[in-house]
């Protein structure tokens, strides 16, 4: 049976009683109303001059949302668990935050290590190594699996037994519908419209958007984005292997862009899936305090100006 107290007086304090295996206690007051009864739990902690206790986080692999603008966009949850790492890696090539790499360090209050391409999908051994011992956080824009990436690195940890654990965060896929208006029941399949060149235009998007289309939904177009790409013209041109890699310049497709080359592929192709005077929504820095959205035509859309990255589309 749970022991009672006898009935004392309500003393007003800022303590806070919470449902845990640690109940933290702050040693001026204890507070207890006259009925109150008190729950067995696995632990009891007093601390005396401390405003909170740092919970030690079991050994695995986190894989943290981080949002889509800020440093302050991720949650507690997350921000407690960066903390704690004992390696914090930021994936820098599917999607960036609207800060550097500095200010996230100077709010996370640790140093982060930049996960390129080449490291995610081929040296994800450097991620894991020892990830079975320390803690290790793996920091992702949007949320943790917007990008397949992500689920190969998680894959690869557990075969390993390593366990994974995921903080998730808003992604742009949710929050294109309260950005635009547009209810995120009526979207179809995503999907992602990238750089062309004088020798690669792909348009399976064009097919995508004609089965949304087909059936009444909404399209949410992705835009390309170039983070320390290799220049292949300048291999070829350096005689290829044994010479230091070097990268394209960063490049962001905009919202002008993207309705550009769609033109292109209906233009080409010739199904009418779309034309110059289709509606359609362009988005951009959605989640930050500079967001810009803009309706319009396509043709209109393939003139506009929306300022910095990132940017999105929607048909």
């Known amino acids: 049976m749970p022991n009672r107290l006898p009935p004392v007086e309500l003393v007003e304090s800022d303590a806070v009683i919470v449902e845990s295996d640690a109940v933290i206690v702050e040693s001026d ?4 109303e006259s009925d109150a009864v008190i729950v067995e739990s696995d632990a009891v902690i007093v601390v005396s001059g401390s405003d909170q206790l740092q919970k030690k986080t079991s050994i695995m692999l986190y894989l943290v949302g981080l949002g889509l603008a800020d440093e302050k966009d991720i949650s507690v949850k997350g921000l407690e668990i960066v903390k704690s790492a004992d390696r914090v890696y930021l994936e820098a090539y599917t ?5 550097n790499e500095k200010k996230l360090e100077e709010f996370y209050g640790r140093p982060i290590i930049l996960a390129d391409r080449d490291m995610v999908e081929q040296k994800s051994d450097e991620i894991l190594e020892n990830a079975d011992k320390l803690n290790v956080a793996f920091l992702v824009v949007g949320d943790p699996f917007g990008a397949t990436t992500h689920t190969d690195l998680a ?3 557990r075969s390993q037994s390593i366990a994974v654990r995921t903080v998730h965060a808003p992604s742009i896929l ?7 208006g547009l209810s995120l029941y009526n979207f179809g399949q995503t999907v992602s419209m990238v750089f062309f060149t004088e020798s690669w235009r792909p348009d399976s998007f064009y097919d995508r958007i004609k089965e949304n289309t087909s059936i009444g939904l909404h399209t949410l177009v992705l835009v390309d984005i170039k983070v320390k790409e290799p220049d292949l013209a300048a291999m070829v041109a350096g ?10 310049a960063p490049r962001f497709m905009s919202v002008a862009q993207c309705a550009r080359q769609m033109l292109e592929v209906e233009a080409a192709r010739k199904e009418g899936v779309y034309g ?6 362009g988005a951009a820095r959605v989640g930050s305090e500079e967001q810009q959205v803009a309706c319009g ?11 910095p990255p990132l940017h999105m589309g929607g048909e």
């Open 174 to 180: 949710t929050a294109i519908g309260g950005a635009t």
């Open 297 to 307: 035509t396509l043709s209109e859309l393939a003139e506009i100006d929306l300022g």
């Open 276 to 281: 110059e005077d289709s509606l359609a929504v």
């Open 239 to 248: 005689g290829g292997s044994g010479r230091r890699i070097r990268y394209e």
């Open 95 to 99: 999607s960036i935050l609207l800060v």
């Open 29 to 32: 007051a204890v507070i207890v």
């Open 155 to 157: 894959l690869r940890a």
